[in-house]
């Protein structure tokens, strides 16, 4: 069993940064994909950045040049950069991760097996 904790969510204003953090407890190396997703009220949970076994990257249209996601091999953790967030960016984000390896992982939430419990980020205007 995987486990995945979130941590670094928190209230920004507009044009502000946060970071992510994900602890991932085992098997980094050989997870095929990770991913960082959002879930706004009212809205389904959509994916925003993710990254497979390769360091290949991939993001939602509506963060990239905004957003980065990275992994710490030492830390086992995954991490997302926000920068110039914005208030449609409020959300809970999730980190979540799943064995299947993809050229791209940015996939349906259905498609991720182990889920943390996610962190809320609130930006203000």
């Known amino acids: 069993q995987v486990q995945l904790v979130e941590s670094g969510g928190g209230s920004v204003q507009a044009g502000g940064s946060l970071r992510l953090s994900c602890v991932v407890s085992?098997?980094?190396?050989?997870?095929?994909?990770m991913a960082w997703f959002r879930q706004a009220p009212g809205k389904e949970r959509e994916g925003v950045a993710a990254?497979?076994?390769?360091?290949?990257?991939t993001f939602a249209d509506s963060v990239k040049g905004r957003f980065t996601i990275s992994k710490d091999n030492a830390e086992n953790t995954l991490n997302l950069q926000m920068n110039s967030l914005k208030p449609e960016d409020t959300a809970m984000y999730f980190c979540?991760?799943?064995?299947?390896?993809?050229?791209?992982?940015?996939?349906?939430?259905?498609?991720?097996?182990?889920w943390g419990q996610g962190t809320q980020v609130t930006v203000s205007s």
């Open positions: 085992k098997y980094t190396a050989t997870l095929g994909c």
């Open positions: 990254r497979n076994r390769y360091g290949s990257t």
């Open positions: 979540a991760a799943d064995w299947r390896y993809g050229i791209s992982c940015l996939r349906g939430s259905e498609d991720y097996v182990y």
